[in-house]
């Protein structure tokens, strides 16, 4: 081969080299950007289920959301807030009620029961709720304290 012919050669595999250097450079830079993105949205998904969490808590206290309800929505919020906190004893109460009522029909699947099961079924709702009412809306004061205190209080 000639010099000539080598010389092209590695000018041509220099091309290479900085071309896919420049593309493995751009590719870092797109992951660091969507890193960024993911990290601000899991950010305003925190923020968003802990300003929801503040009205559930409050409609809580003033009986304006049935026990069942309230306490599964403010488990889920403060699953996607920080899903060690549903677990923490003071808002346990939260995921007791989830899980005694779990199983019990909503929106349309309720709707395809007969009033007979349907009246059952609002029947056990209303024994949990009567049964978790002081512990839930206790629940619901430990999240206000806690919201008062700032979001890492518990941390």
Not at 42 to 54: G, I, V
Not at 107 to 132: G, I, W
Request: charged share 30%; net charge neutral.
């Amino acid at each position: 081969m000639s010099s000539t012919g080598a010389l092209l050669l590695l000018v041509i595999a220099a091309m290479v080299i900085i071309g896919l250097a420049g593309y493995a450079f751009k590719l870092r830079q797109e992951v660091k950007r969507r890193e960024v993105f993911r990290i601000e949205e899991e950010q305003r998904a925190r923020q968003n289920s802990l300003e929801n969490l503040d009205y559930v808590v409050s409609a809580l206290v003033h009986e304006q959301v049935d026990i069942t309800e309230g306490a599964w929505r403010c488990k889920v919020l403060l699953e996607i807030a920080d899903p060690n906190l549903a677990g923490r004893a003071e808002f346990q109460a939260f995921a007791d009620v989830y899980n005694r009522t779990r199983y019990l029909k909503t929106h349309s699947s309720r709707q395809q029961l007969t009033p007979r099961e349907r009246m059952q079924e609002d029947k056990e709702r209303l024994a949990v709720e009567n049964e978790m009412r002081s512990a839930v809306l206790a629940a619901a004061h430990e999240v206000i304290k806690w919201r008062a205190k700032g979001v890492d209080g518990l941390h």
